[in-house]
């Protein structure tokens, strides 16, 4: 069997992005959450920023000469974050960053990240394109990006009202998103990479409407919606243990979902246990919504109604923090 050491010889440390992250905290004990806070002084709103990229899923891009729909992912991966905290996202600035500059391509790359931002609502202020010869290979290209939203301090959702009997809901993902590439790529060859192009270049699933109409639905005197995780890089453990208090744990049913024909591959090909295919990938699940028990069956019948695919995966107990997936 293929264990977690796979993904490190992979290219890809989670237990040392971690203690980078525990190292940090130290000094700066706000870092660590889905998104930057910034309380506005004599203001009851904070702003809420972010910044990520996409990871070696633009090596596919590369591979397979297709970059309008990276720009969704760089997207996606911001404003998926900060919505985790209820704010809505407010603009996006890009960074582009290349050897010599190819302007058609960039243009490509470009209009998908506009299309990104039409998805999310939001505009698209700015950004910087640089050349940097030498720097990349031929052809290639870093991506980045960064996002702001607003929130009313007093409805900042941060896990803290999560209490035991509460569910977790799990919000269909359209692939594997922008997380888990360096072991795709280590059990694919090329040519498989080309065979399954549409399933792996699939943009990463925007969810910023459904999850925003759901808390103005739902969170509008009381907060009944209690958590929010976007389910990326460490996926269920990391993610979803971001958002706990310390005195629960949440039970996840891993056969309460249909989980993509491509992680079943993914699996059967490299002969990887389903502890680590949990712990690299979403397997099916891109978000994930903890709320009380008595509105579930209204926020499920909500997301359907825009067209998201939604079911109960999940559930809070009594514990210390820990995420079972069973």
Not at 1 to 12: D, L
Not at 38 to 66: E, P
Not at 132 to 152: C, H, Q, R, S
Not at 194 to 200: E, G, P
């Amino acid at each position: 069997m293929v264990s977690s050491v796979m993904y490190k010889n992979a290219g890809v440390d989670i237990a040392a992005g971690d203690e980078l992250v525990y190292r940090i905290k130290k000094n700066f004990h706000s870092i660590g959450g889905f998104g930057g806070i910034f309380n506005i002084k004599d203001s009851k709103y904070s702003l809420v920023s972010s910044t990520d990229g996409v990871g070696t899923k633009l090596k596919l891009a590369f591979l397979l000469n297709k970059h309008d729909t990276i720009g969704i992912d760089l997207v996606a991966m911001n404003v998926n974050d900060i919505i985790c905290l209820g704010a809505k996202p407010l603009f996006f600035l890009d960074y582009f960053s290349c050897g010599k500059l190819n302007i058609n391509l960039a243009e490509q790359v470009i209009n998908g990240i506009a299309l990104g931002c039409k998805l999310a609502n939001i505009q698209l202020i700015g950004g910087e394109t640089a050349e940097m010869p030498g720097f990349y290979k031929n052809g290639e290209y870093d991506l980045a990006g960064f996002t702001v939203g607003i929130i009313e301090k007093n409805n900042i959702i941060n896990g803290n009202e999560i209490k035991n009997g509460d569910i977790v809901i799990g919000l269909a993902s359209s692939g594997p998103h922008s997380n888990g590439y360096s072991m795709i790529r280590s059990i694919l060859s090329e040519d498989e990479i080309k065979q399954y192009r549409n399933q792996l270049l699939v943009p990463t699933t925007i969810y910023v409407n459904p999850v925003l109409h759901i808390i103005q639905k739902f969170n509008k005197e009381i907060k009944k919606v209690v958590g929010i995780a976007h389910i990326t890089g460490g996926s269920f453990k990391n993610k979803i243990k971001r958002i706990l208090p310390n005195n629960v744990s949440v039970v996840i049913d891993k056969n309460s979902w249909e989980i993509p024909e491509i992680f079943s591959l993914l699996q059967r090909k490299g002969n990887i246990i389903d502890e680590d295919m949990y712990k690299v990938f979403n397997m099916g699940i891109g978000m994930v919504i903890i709320a009380q028990a008595n509105i579930v069956d209204k926020v499920i019948s909500s997301l359907k109604l825009l067209s998201f695919n939604a079911n109960i995966i999940g559930h809070i107990e009594k514990g210390d923090r820990n995420v079972k997936i069973l």
